[in-house]
T-cell receptor, first 119, second 114 residues
Framework: AQKITQTQPGMFVQEKEAVTLDCTYD???????LFWYKQPSSGEMIFLIYQGSYDEQNATEGRYSLNFQKARKSANLVISASQLGDSAMYFC????????????????FGGGTRLMVKP | KAGVTQTPRYLIKTRGQQVTLSCSPISGHRSVSWYQQTPGQGLQFLFE???????NKGNFPGRFSGRQFSNSRSEMNVSTLELGDSALYLC?????????????FGDGTRLSIL
């Protein structure tokens, strides 16, 4: 089973509108971290926002917020007031405690959502 | 504070050759991870180093290896290159690789195999 599922391969949003990018995850651990990254066409991976599994408040970082629903195992990214520069690939990732004989925490990425902002 | 620096940015090699990629983490970061990104397979974890020790390893053949130096800089080596090794290789660092610590990525090395 996929650890991180992003069901929207591509999305369009009108400039200045809000958009929600979906992410569901699968883990049996109680402790984990959820992260969102942005990857423009140039290739660099930019860290946007993070949510810990024990955090009760949804994380916010400027125009980015994370809609964390633990019982549903979802961690959707909300971008408010979209800008043309928001056009990029967006990746949801989860960090879990050591697995399969490894000694460190594992970070697993979803397949990504390509967001295109229309002027 | 300088970000994660990867060199070189672009590399062209032929099948059978070997290649070494370099990564300098953010100052103070001791955990360095490597990822391979391809259009078909997405982002795949290669390995993680912490305090000069490989702590995590992904599901890649032994042709892929790495190491970390005492200053936390890391190198990744791929031997006997295959066409399928063409990819963007991303390096990421974090303070200690903690569960709640974000990883910060470099700009990547784009490797093309002819």
């Amino acid at each position: 089973a996929q650890k991180i599922t992003q069901t929207q391969p591509g999305m369009f949003v009108q400039e200045k509108e809000a958009v929600t990018l979906d992410c569901t995850y699968d883990t049996s651990d109680q402790s984990y971290g959820l992260f969102w990254y942005k990857q423009p066409s140039s290739g660099e991976m930019i860290f946007l926002i993070y949510q810990g599994s024990y955090d009760e408040q949804n994380a916010t970082e400027g125009r980015y917020s994370l809609n964390f629903q633990k019982a549903r195992k979802s961690a959707n990214l909300v971008i408010s007031a979209s800008q043309l520069g928001d056009s990029a690939m967006y990746f949801c990732a989860m960090r879990e405690p050591p697995q399969f004989g490894n000694a460190g925490n594992m970070l697993t990425f979803g397949g990504g959502t390509r967001l295109m902002v229309k002027p | 504070k300088a970000g994660v620096t990867q060199t070189p940015r672009y590399l062209i090699k032929t099948r059978g050759q070997q290649v070494t990629l370099s990564c300098s983490p953010i100052s103070g970061h001791r955990s360095v991870s490597w990822y391979q990104q391809t259009p078909g397979q997405g982002l795949q974890f290669l390995f993680e180093y912490f305090s000069e020790t490989q702590r995590n390893k992904g599901n890649f053949p032994g042709r892929f290896s790495g190491r970390q130096f005492s200053n936390s800089r890391s190198e990744m080596n791929v031997s006997t290159l295959e066409l399928g090794d063409s990819a963007l290789y991303l390096c990421a660092s974090s303070l200690q690789g903690g569960l709640y610590q974000p990883q910060h990525f470099g700009d990547g090395t784009r490797l093309s195999i002819l």
